[in-house]
């Protein structure tokens, strides 16, 4: 049998990694969940509910952690919660495994065997312990809900008695995950909907959510299309093409989300200050990226800003600003991974460290860094 | 030819009586316009747009109105700006005709012939210049909107890797213009949405927008629904089953939204304190009456207010959160009014004061009250 520890997260995140469904889950699986008083309050999940889910609750997050063999954070959590750890025993969480390289080693000196949950392989048996798409969809529906109650315009078409309110126009950036919620968001609002990609085999999947997609469309194009995936790295006279098209369609814009991210580097800029700049006063931007550095050249990090009528939304943690559904998705993803971890017979800890996604995720074990990219990080820095 | 100002609003109003598009369908009428400098802006109209559109851009209010035919205003003014006026002018806007009767009694000694757009016949001919069901319309979408990005899950069920997000419930008080559009909104964005309505009749309407109607259907009910319209008051006994049923239906919504006006009184309430209480922690209510003295019982005028972890949302005027929709449909509201005012070929005012629409919203003529309704409130108040 094992013990499942939860801490409280810090101010700025309300989500958690455990709700009242998972705690079923878990000690079905014959584990003991014990949960810091008051953790869930903010995804609205109260300790009653956990406790008759099964759970116990513990008075502090140090009680909480302190026999724990399995630790569950959302965020990195600060060096004293490790210390009150046993030694060996497993912190999972979204543990930034790009940021602050020092303060992950000496998170690591610790002796607390750390699993970062974004370095999941995208493999399709990792799908269901995905934490980078669970919140990326949540991200993209709240992004375009947050645009759309501030742009000051309605986003669908209506007839009215007194003329025609006509459909707004939306561009999406990036058709991720959290970009194709978003696209979806907003067609189901009623918009006109766009959105681009640098991967042309994105197309299909855009049009197939009614939206259209913006790019051009030459020979080359049509190759990297059917060529599909990340595989094909396009000309620089594609590339500039490809530019004053975008730049033409933003200045017509209502309503823009920005979603690029490249993994363990800055977010790439997508939107320049001139091209804010071309865009109507009154038009709405959610910049998705502004954690990593942004893709949007005057967005700022956190703040909701305005630069020459345009709003730039920078907002910090949208999927915690639905923490019901992101806490709920969060914690299916780690009961999923905690599976694959576990002995089903015994119900104990059999971690097999060549597994893909107990490999994949592992950037610290017995004392040190595992993770090749973050090592090479902590020397580089 | 006349000539017809618009002063700035007040600081709590975005709206503006004049867009570019309805002051080029002014300046067809033979009317010149004349707009204080940077009137429009909160609705994203700029003197620029206004000059183009053929508009003269005045330097103040004063300077607007002074030699002016017609005023248009959004809400009532002070009365300096009656005062700035010619005696024998008309000021046509949304005058609050049940608000401080005093008020309005000054108002109308200034010598201003004063018409509360409010007031328009319900008559097919006037749809085109019905202001409570064009800015209703869109309060009823800014409503859910807001709902959405204040509620802590998402609208719409997902299926996602991790697991489904499920719909969530809306119920939707009132099936008046505001209601309705809110209900269409709910489910574009994917809710399970229902609603009710003291209108027997409103049930087909209801439905027709994908949402399920909540009443006791009894004899009593069904009888009402086929007669159709107002007329009907329901028996004691029914009320009372229908009370309990709402009861029943509140504890297990998600978001409410409450529309229910009645012109000239206070707005009634819909949900009592206890109502509140038995929903879930997380929940969202919007108050669209809450100007009126509110449908919600702990709900705080003009404010977003908590009981019991319940969010209740009492936000003033809406429609000024779309305000360049709002001024877009007010415009055109305001422009086929005015055509009613004109003589078509000289172009001069030419009023019937017998033409029910402008018989219907005159409340003051050369320095005194015409309205009967609001001279008994003088006299009563």
Same mark, same amino acid.
């Given at each position: 049998?094992?013990?499942?520890?939860?801490?409280?997260?810090?101010?700025?995140?309300?989500?958690?990694?455990?709700?009242?469904?998972?705690?079923?889950?878990?000690?079905?699986?014959?584990?003991?969940?014990?949960?810091?008083?008051?953790?869930?309050?903010?995804?609205?999940?109260?300790?009653?509910?956990?406790?008759?889910?099964?759970?116990?609750?513990?008075?502090?997050?140090?009680?909480?952690?302190?026999?724990?063999?399995?630790?569950?954070?959302?965020?990195?959590?600060?060096?004293?919660?490790?210390?009150?750890?046993?030694?060996?025993?497993?912190?999972?969480?979204?543990?930034?495994?790009?940021?602050?390289?020092?303060?992950?080693?000496?998170?690591?000196?610790?002796?607390?065997?750390?699993?970062?949950?974004?370095?999941?392989?995208?493999?399709?048996?990792?799908?269901?312990?995905?934490?980078?798409?669970?919140?990326?969809?949540?991200?993209?529906?709240?992004?375009?809900?947050?645009?759309?109650?501030?742009?000051?315009?309605?986003?669908?078409?209506?007839?009215?008695?007194?003329?025609?309110?006509?459909?707004?126009? =939306?561009? %999406? @950036? +990036?058709?991720?995950?959290?970009?194709?919620?978003?696209?979806?968001? /907003?067609?189901? #609002?009623? *918009?006109?909907?766009t959105a681009t990609d640098?991967?042309?085999?994105a197309k299909?999947?855009v049009e197939?959510?009614?939206a259209k997609f913006v790019a051009?469309?030459?020979?080359?194009?049509?190759?990297?299309?059917?060529?599909?995936?990340?595989?094909?790295?396009?000309?620089?006279?594609?590339?500039?093409?490809?530019?004053?098209?975008?730049?033409?369609?933003?200045?017509?814009?209502?309503?823009?989300?920005?979603?690029?991210?490249?993994?363990?580097?800055?977010?790439?800029?997508?939107?320049?200050?001139?091209?804010?700049?071309?865009?109507?006063?009154?038009?709405?931007?959610?910049?998705?990226?502004?954690?990593?550095?942004?893709?949007?050249?005057?967005?700022?990090?956190?703040?909701?800003?305005?630069?020459?009528? =345009?709003? %730039? @939304? +920078?907002?910090?943690?949208?999927?915690?600003?639905?923490?019901?559904? /992101?806490?709920? #998705?969060? *914690?299916?993803?780690?009961?999923?991974?905690?599976?694959?971890?576990?002995?089903?017979?015994?119900?104990?800890?059999?971690?097999?460290?060549?597994?893909?996604?107990?490999?994949?995720?592992?950037?610290?074990?017995?004392?040190?860094?595992?993770?090749?990219?973050?090592?090479?990080?902590?020397?580089?820095?």
């Open positions: 049998m094992i013990t499942i520890g939860v801490p409280a997260e810090g101010k700025d995140e309300p989500r958690i990694g455990v709700t009242p469904e998972s705690v079923k889950r878990l000690t079905k699986n014959g584990a003991e969940v014990l949960i810091s008083s008051g953790a869930g309050l903010r995804s609205h999940f109260s300790d009653e509910q956990y406790k008759e889910a099964g759970a116990k609750i513990a008075k502090s997050d140090a009680e909480a952690v302190k026999a724990a063999d399995i630790v569950l954070t959302v965020r990195r959590p600060d060096i004293s919660l490790a210390k009150s750890m046993k030694k060996g025993a497993l912190l999972i969480g979204m543990l930034e495994p790009f940021g602050d390289p020092k303060g992950l080693d000496a998170l690591a000196k610790t002796g607390v065997n750390l699993f970062a949950m974004e370095l999941m392989p995208r493999i399709t048996r990792a799908q269901v312990m995905d934490v980078l798409s669970s919140q990326s969809n949540l991200a993209g529906y709240k992004a375009v809900v947050d645009a759309a109650a501030t742009f000051g315009r309605a986003l669908p078409m209506m007839m009215t008695a007194a003329g025609t309110v006509p459909a707004a126009k =939306v561009f %999406i @950036m +990036g058709a991720g995950v959290a970009g194709l919620q978003a696209i979806a968001t /907003a067609r189901r #609002l009623g *918009a006109i909907v640098v991967r042309p085999a299909e999947q197939s959510l009614g051009v469309e030459d020979d080359e194009f049509k190759e990297a299309e059917t060529a599909g995936g990340y595989a094909k790295e396009m000309s620089a006279a594609y590339k500039k093409k490809q530019a004053d098209l975008i730049s033409d369609h933003v200045k017509n814009q209502d309503i823009i989300v920005t979603t690029a991210l490249i993994p363990g580097r800055p977010a790439p800029v997508l939107l320049t200050k001139a091209q804010v700049e071309s865009m109507k006063p009154g038009s709405v931007i959610v910049d998705m990226a502004v954690e990593r550095g942004g893709n949007v050249e005057v967005a700022k990090p956190g703040e909701i800003a305005e630069h020459k009528g =345009v709003t %730039i @939304m +920078g907002k910090f943690n949208l999927p915690g600003e639905v923490p019901v559904n /992101a806490s709920s #998705l969060y *914690a299916k993803n780690l009961v999923s991974f905690i599976e694959v971890m576990l002995d089903k017979e015994k119900g104990d800890l059999a971690l097999d460290w060549e597994d893909e996604v107990i490999k994949g995720t592992a950037i610290a074990k017995d004392g040190g860094i595992v993770n090749e990219m973050i090592a090479g990080n902590l020397k580089s820095g």
